[in-house]
């Protein structure tokens, strides 16, 4: 939405003209929005997607050509966790600190919106 105004900063209260624009609007999992938005979300994940894919073909590249190099024995600390494990707490805590920065987020977006009539 855009305001139109005759000055950027109005001193007293105008009655202003508000531009909008009609949409068609898609339903998807939990939110409304419209198709272009849509379409812009798969298209991102979907790059995403690819460039981690050539990552991970880079990196099973190289794990291959070094592979042959010799490798000491370092001894094992039990109390460190495994990589995988590491890696998967680390994304567990990720999730968690998203959902409540959602939750959060959502909370002042009811807070600054007037509740609809209907």
């Known amino acids: 939405m855009v305001c139109v105004s005759e000055a950027p900063y109005p ?3 105008k009655e202003h003209t508000m531009a ?3 949409t068609t609007t898609t339903r998807t ?3 409304e929005m ?4 849509q379409q812009i979300r798969e298209q991102l994940v979907s790059t995403v997607k690819q460039g981690q894919k050539m990552s991970v073909d880079a990196a099973q590249t190289w794990v291959k050509a070094v592979s042959v190099l010799p490798i000491p024995d370092l001894p094992a600390i ?5 990589v995988e494990a590491a890696t998967k707490y680390a994304f567990d805590v990720a999730a968690d600190l998203l ?8 909370q002042l ?7 609809k009539t209907v």
């Open 99 to 106: 959902v409540a920065q959602r939750d959060f987020a959502l």
């Open 29 to 31: 999992a939990k939110t």
């Open 11 to 13: 001193k007293s209260p």
């Open 78 to 82: 039990p109390a460190v966790p495994g």
């Open 109 to 115: 977006t009811s807070v600054f919106t007037p509740e």
């Open 34 to 37: 419209p198709a272009l938005a």
């Open 20 to 22: 909008t624009t009609t």
